[in-house]
């Protein structure tokens, strides 16, 4: 084992490894104590590095995690985007080799500046610290990547009771924390510092147990009574999406087994579930709504917008309301390559995939109003919205409920639909809200608040998902504070190990 943490292939081969059990401790395979040995193993593969060894032993595990956490996209880009096998192929390890850097550089600052072998407990903070910080990092980054947080894991684990305290971030920090002082145990215990001793023992047990007393605590409490919902899900195949051949076809579909619905208070429809520019299909909407309105219902769909924005016209991802409603969304976090193309008057042209239909899209403003239904606010997430945990905070703390809507079309039977429903899970647990999940082909579902699915329409199914759910407001203390007082402490751990190894380095 020794040698696995060594210098050399080894131990980046088992790097690769570690970051590849990662996946195996997410959705769907929810196997959670893997997510605690793959931090482990990547912290014990950096003790004995230098910088520039670090700097490899980081991308291998950034490699492993990615290859195997999104595997998702090979399938997109291949079914979807025209390339072949070997191409798809290639553009995935390309994919997967770039990202991997968000793992590569926190090793080398682990191995240049933070790491303190001499002091177990500092080092182990100072890592949790560090662990968080490139979660947070890969989030933000050119428009972000907030995909395979270790914290996903304690969804349904023991740390879940932290997510409504201090979201996502605080339970990876928790984790990695952990992962940090288990392999420092015996280190402490054979130094026999009683304080350091109960000083890492406390550390150690304190976030369990303060995840397992909290887990099902109600921080918010209903605004009102129930809404009834009718969730349709008309799983129409991708290829069909966008044909014009099929666009009434797509349209009667959604209609029909609208009018066949019980009354209810919200009746959903999913992302672009109308496949046509809103302007062209004022008709079809007024008289929806008109029968929503008969019913006294609201009924929200997606739908592509175009407006004019400054001296051009522009199109955006949208959600509308009609009926017992009022408001319109555009979506504000876009998908990368499947609704807009970076460096677009380069790649345009070269493969098919780079030409997906609807891949013009332009970001939404960020001071939009919520949707309006049943006189109560509702958050709006279009699909990868609701991956980024500080956007989705600042959404649903105006807000009495969440709502999602989503086209996982894209990526088939892979792992991709289940990874993106667990996200939206953790999403109304942090926020102690109801959410409706609406999708194309799945997984439709309700979303109670402590992050359980009350109700869903497994996928690849067409069919209505009945259920209610209840408005509430109050802020649970990550909607308040939001991941402010965990930067603060994080920034105090990095100071505190930088001082440490300035002061070590004078000695």
């Avoid at 001499?118 to 610290?129: I, Q």
């Avoid at 088939?412 to 429903?421: A, F, K, R, W």
Wanted: aromatic share 14%; net charge positive; glycine share 10%.
């Amino acid at each position: 084992m020794r040698r696995l943490t060594r210098p050399g292939w080894p131990g980046n081969l088992l790097a690769v490894a570690a970051g590849a059990l990662t996946t195996l401790a997410l959705a769907p395979f929810d196997i959670w104590p893997l997510a605690l040995l793959a931090a482990g193993f990547f912290y014990a593969g950096l003790r004995h590095l230098n910088p520039r060894q670090a700097l490899g032993r980081g991308w291998c595990f950034g490699f492993g995690l990615f290859g195997a956490g999104t595997s998702w996209i090979y399938y997109s880009i291949h079914h979807f985007g025209g390339a072949s096998v070997l191409l798809a192929g290639l553009l995935m390890l390309a994919f997967t080799a770039a990202i991997a850097w968000f793992f590569a550089l926190p090793a080398w600052l682990w191995a240049r500046w933070l790491r303190r072998n001499e002091a177990p407990l500092a080092d182990a903070l100072a890592f949790a610290a560090l662990w968080v910080a490139q979660e947070a990092f890969r989030g933000w980054f050119l428009t972000g990547f907030p995909w395979l947080y270790s914290g996903y894991s304690q969804l349904d684990a023991p740390l879940a009771g932290l997510a409504p305290l201090g979201g996502i971030w605080l339970i990876s920090f928790s984790l990695a924390l952990t992962a940090a002082l288990l392999y420092n145990l015996p280190r402490l215990i054979k130094g026999r510092r009683p304080g350091f001793i109960a000083a890492g023992l406390l550390l150690l047990a304190a976030p369990w147990v303060i995840g397992i007393a909290l887990k099902g605590h109600a921080w918010t409490s209903p605004s009102g009574e129930p809404l009834s919902v009718a969730a349709i899900q008309g799983n129409i195949e991708q290829s069909m999406k966008w044909d014009p051949a099929q666009l009434n076809a797509q349209l009667a579909l959604y209609r029909d087994m609208s009018f066949s619905t019980k009354r209810v208070d919200l009746l959903i429809w999913p992302e672009t579930a109308i496949p046509v520019l809103k302007e062209s299909a004022e008709g079809f909407l007024s008289m929806l709504g008109t029968f929503a309105a008969d019913r006294n219902s609201a009924l929200i769909t997606g739908v592509p917008i175009r407006q004019q924005v400054r001296h051009e016209k522009r199109y955006f991802n949208g959600i509308t309301v009609v009926g017992q409603g009022d408001g319109t969304y555009l979506k504000q976090k876009l998908v990368p390559f499947g609704e807009y193309v970076p460096l677009q008057d380069l790649l345009r042209g070269l493969i098919a995939f780079f030409d997906l239909p609807m891949s013009d899209f332009a970001r939404g403003p960020a001071d939009q109003s919520m949707l309006q239904a049943k006189g109560y606010q509702i958050a709006p997430f279009i699909c990868y919205e609701v991956v980024y945990p500080e956007f989705a905070a600042g959404l649903s703390a105006r807000s009495d409920l969440l709502l999602t809507i989503s086209n996982d079309t894209w990526f088939g039977t892979s792992i991709g639909p289940l990874q993106h429903l667990q996200m939206a899970q953790m999403r109304a647990l942090e926020a102690g809200r109801w959410m409706i999940r609406a999708t194309n082909n799945g997984v439709t579902g309700l979303i109670d608040p402590f992050g359980k699915i009350t109700a869903q329409i497994p996928q690849f199914e067409r069919g209505i998902l009945y259920g209610e759910v209840v408005p509430m407001h109050n802020l649970t203390p990550y909607l308040q504070w939001r991941s402010w007082p965990l930067i603060i402490a994080c920034l105090l751990l990095f100071g505190w190990a930088l001082l440490a190894s300035r002061m070590a380095k004078t000695v």
